[in-house]
Each structure stands twice: as C-alpha cells, then as structure tokens.
C-alpha cells in the first residue's frame, strides 16, 4: 500500500512564485501549474507537489496556502493555519473521491475567518501503513483521527478541512433548515471477534465508558441523623 505519497487529481492551480523563490521574491506574481502528488509526514503539513509548464520544471513540498484558483490576491487572504486545520497523522496516505458528496455545496468553519463556501475536489487521509513499525500516530485512534477534505473555496483558496468543520448541502436531499449537529465524537474500538460485548464495543471500552459515567455522576448526600 502507498506510503508518504500519494497521486492528486490533475487540478489546474496558481502557484504564489514567493514560495518558489524560498520566500525571498516574487511576491504577488503568479505560476500556473498543475497537481501531481502530495506527502504525508507526520507533524507537518501535506505537501504538495507541482508541475510548472512554463518551466518544463516540477516544484515539491509546497503546502496547501501556496496555491490559487485564479492569478490574483483573494479576499479575504487566509493564512495557512486557516486553511489546514490539523497536521498529517502518518506517513501513511491515500487519496479518494468521494463520489456521493462530490457535487454539494459546502461551507467551511475556519478558525478566523467565519465561514467559507467551497465546492469538493478529494479527500486525503492518513493510515498507519507498516505493522512492524511502532504506531506512534493518531490515524487510527478513533478519537483522534481526522480526514482531510480538499475544497476550492469561492474566495480563490484551497483548504483541507475536516469532517466536523463542515455543512454539506445537497440540493434534493437537505432540508432548508437542516438541524443542528449535537454529536459526541466516536471513541468505540468496535470488533466483533475477541472480547466483546453486545454492541461490538470491546470490553475495555465498555469498562471505560462505564468509569467516566461513574465519574460523572454527582456526589449522594450523606442520608440525614
């Protein structure tokens, strides 16, 4: 299975050239190009890397704030932490399209910049790829892991967003007042082999689960003299 890189859809991008130049020049100039690849490193951002026509040349390891829709500044011009809201899990990666939601409108809750509409392009996730190799990584801790959703924003941006910084609107299927998501995120290790229960959470979890339900609960008073 694929580790470290994985390919991209051939999307049509603007590269910033100051990210060409090591961030010494070229600051408002644009490069076309095209998508090929992207890295995977653990505590880094996804890298990305480019093909540049006019230069006959392929540009590596630039991440997702490098690019543009269109060969100009946009607005509102959001800094990378708002544009990727977590870093790689693991060296492991894959790349998919998610058929079903491909075409539905999304909007995206950044961090500073309240909410940006997009349209989807794929989706990159991470995997702990070598069981001989320690996991020391979160990709496959259910609490933890996150998918990264690549959106072209309406404001000329990219973003890697994931699932639960986002609405996703489908024009037959959503309501025009769809609810308000009350979720708890998922920390169930579901099996149903060795050591489970009815569910098919495993036995340590349920006794997990049951604790920090005891915990909970509010002290009894003492009963009365």
């Not at 609107?169 to 920390?187: A, C, G, I």
Request: hydrophobic share 35%; aromatic share 12%; glycine share 4%.
């Amino acid at each position: 299975m694929a580790a470290l890189i994985c390919n991209l859809p051939s999307v049509e991008v603007w590269v910033r050239k100051e990210y060409l130049t090591d961030h010494q020049s070229g600051h408002g100039e644009f490069v076309k190009g095209v998508w090929v690849s992207c890295k995977s490193i653990p505590g880094r951002t996804f890298y990305f890397e480019t093909y540049l026509p006019e230069y006959a040349a392929m540009y590596d390891k630039l991440p997702i704030s490098a690019f543009v829709s269109a060969p100009e500044t946009p607005s509102p011009d959001m800094d990378l932490p708002n544009l990727q809201f977590w870093n790689c899990m693991d060296y492991g990666v894959v790349a998919v399209t998610k058929q079903f939601i491909g075409s539905m409108d999304y909007e995206l809750y950044t961090r500073d910049f309240g909410i940006q509409k997009g349209t989807y392009i794929c989706t990159i996730d991470n995997y702990h790829q070598d069981p001989e190799v320690v996991d020391y990584s979160t990709s496959e801790n259910p609490a933890e892991h996150k998918s990264h959703n690549l959106i072209e924003l309406e404001n000329g941006q990219y973003a890697l967003y994931p699932n639960n910084r986002m609405r996703l609107y489908d024009n037959s299927l959503t309501p025009v007042e769809p609810k308000q998501p009350d979720f708890k995120v998922s920390t169930q290790y579901y099996t149903v082999e060795n050591g489970f229960e009815r569910l098919g959470m495993t036995l340590a979890a349920t006794a997990a689960a049951f604790c920090s339900a005891l915990m909970l609960m509010p002290m009894l008073s003492p009963p009365p003299r």
